[in-house]
């Protein structure tokens, strides 16, 4: 969560800052603030969205070269302008950011408050720098070995900046369990929680690792080493990213934006590795481990959210398609529950940003017990791409919509292709069942743009419902994930009440609520199981429930009983996740937009989640 911005150089910091703070809203929108020095420390914080602190910040000196910025999902505190960061330590000498918790922070502060020191905020963050401050003090130690002892004391997770106003001439960062990236310019460094604010700066970047603090200088002078003391070569990243990502390119939102690049990102999570002509699917993260992965006993999928959903198609088309048992497993439990995981297992993580705190938590359970560990995710780089044994990118480019979509039907691709590749090593599906699935995926994207098409009849059906309280979302087979991501962008974006289900299990409970108040959106495109939806649908229909169906072209039996319905191409019932959820991701758009509600940045939410 939290977005952390900082420059040195000989470019004007504020601009720098405020724009990158911009770029990292997605992260955290409750508060932001700025730390410069040109001749004094000045801090600027500010409750609301950047914008608000940039018209705070007028007075704010231009002539900077050194500063630090922060824009805070709230964790300890609530979002004011006393928590809001950056936080000073009780000398005024330092300054820092943080993302993350530090989890024996009371602890620490009680210790403090015995040497004298006092608190203004609610925040962890605070202690922090006041342990600095403190280690600093009474050792006489420059910033960044007060740094590296504060931090052998504290538990829990953090990427900080740290500003020494008697230091001016560098900076001081640190991470464990949340990312930090380190651009590297000409006689210049940009430091950030990701890529986005860097970019446009410079493409060269250096990750740093677990527990490793870096110092840079005004001199371009830059020396990593870890919290034990250990001095550590820098490895210099290129980054692959273009500024245009960044922007929204025309559309009202971000959300809107990435939700008609879907035929492009799936074409690209499939570009070199699907070739229909020939019937072939390669991975390349699959390749030099094959053996393990097609041998494993049982996979095991940890992942949070909108990952969590694929997940739980990727084990319909696990064990449909490639006969491997698999567990769908939240990461939060999962680190929790005291599992059993074996050496024969392989656990999939997956994760848009791969930076999600439970889940990375969860695979280090997994790594302890001797499991293979492949990573799923889409930010190139990322804490779960560089700790898994091995992986694949799902290529969907930058998300900035804090609700997933692109990264969800990219995630279904890329679980779509291992299934394929792990049936035809295991012979579990004909080569001809084989090649008809391969064919068939490679013109989705094709047919995702046609469901694009049916937008404005997707926008009249959401004009007849945006202000129902309640929502029920019902599929089956590989749909009933898709209903369960349904229901939950309704929930994140517009704020009404929803709840997804498998369509027989209406029955046991939820067909109480069913009333004509009371909209049902049903996934009605099984073939397997299509007389069944069509008897879920009549029995909503006889309650006064409102039928919304997602159906298959040419439908001429559900398409009747339904008060509306929207089309999508036929396909492969495996292949049918990437076109029915579409319609789902419109719908809880433009009922969003017209209940008012901010689609790109939804109350309480953020969009990496680096916290538990």
Known sequence: MCGIVAYIGPQQAFPILIKGLKRLEYRGYDSAGIAIFNGGLKVFKKKGKVQELEAHALEASKESTIGIGHTRWATHGAPDDINAHPHCSGNGRLTLVHNGIIENYALLKTALEKEGHTFKSETDTEVLVHLIEEIQKRDNLPVEEAVRIALTRVVGAYAIVVMDSKEPDKLVAARKASPLVIGVGEDEFFLASDATPIIEHTRTVVYLNDEEIAVVRRSGDMKIKTIDNEVQAPFIHELDMKIEMLEKGGFDYFMLKEIYEQPATIADCMRGRVNAAEGLIRLGGMEDHINRIAQAKRFI??????????????????????????????????????????????????????????????????????????????????????????????????????????????????????????????????????????????????????????????????????????????????????????????????????????????????????????????????????????????????RKGLVIAVITEGDKVISKMADYTIEIPDTEEPLTPLLSVIPLQLLSYHIAVMRGCNVDQPRNLAKSVTVE
């Not at 001797?370 to 889409?378: K, L, P």
């Not at 290529?395 to 990264?407: D, L, M, R, W």
């Not at 969800?408 to 004909?430: H, N, W």
């Not at 469901?451 to 202000?467: C, G, P």
Request: with cysteine; glycine share 8%.
């Open 301 to 542: 999928v940890a992942a949070c959210g909108t990952s969590w959903h694929s997940g739980l198609i990727g084990e319909y088309l696990f064990e449909d398609l490639a006969r491997i048992p698999v567990e769908v497993e939240y990461a939060s439990e999962l680190r929790y529950r005291n599992p059993i995981i074996t050496e024969d297992d392989v656990v999939i993580a997956i994760s848009q940003s791969g930076e999600t705190a439970d889940t990375l938590a969860a695979l280090e359970l997994a790594k302890e017990k001797g499991a293979m560990i492949y990573g799923i995710v889409n930010v190139v780089g990322s804490s779960i791409a560089r700790i898994t044994d091995a992986g694949s990118y799902i290529h969907a480019g930058p998300e900035i919509g804090v609700a997933s979509t692109k990264a969800f039907t990219g995630q279904v691709t890329l679980l779509t292709m291992m299934a394929l590749i792990l049936a035809e090593k295991r012979g579990t599906i004909s080569k001809s069942y084989f090649r008809q699935l391969a064919s068939e995926l490679a013109i989705i994207p094709k047919k995702v743009q046609k469901v694009l098409e049916y937008d404005e009849q997707i926008k009249y059906i959401a004009s007849e419902i945006k202000d129902k309280p309640n929502a029920l979302y019902l599929g089956r087979g590989y749909n009933f994930p898709v209903a369960l991501e349904g229901a939950l962008k309704l929930k994140e974006i517009s704020y009404i009440h929803a709840e997804g289900y498998p369509a027989a299990e209406m029955k046991h409970g939820p067909i109480a609520l069913i009333d004509e108040q009371m909209p049902v959106i049903v996934i009605a495109t099984n073939k397997s199981a299509y007389d069944k939806i069509a008897s879920n649908i009549q029995e909503v229909k006889a």
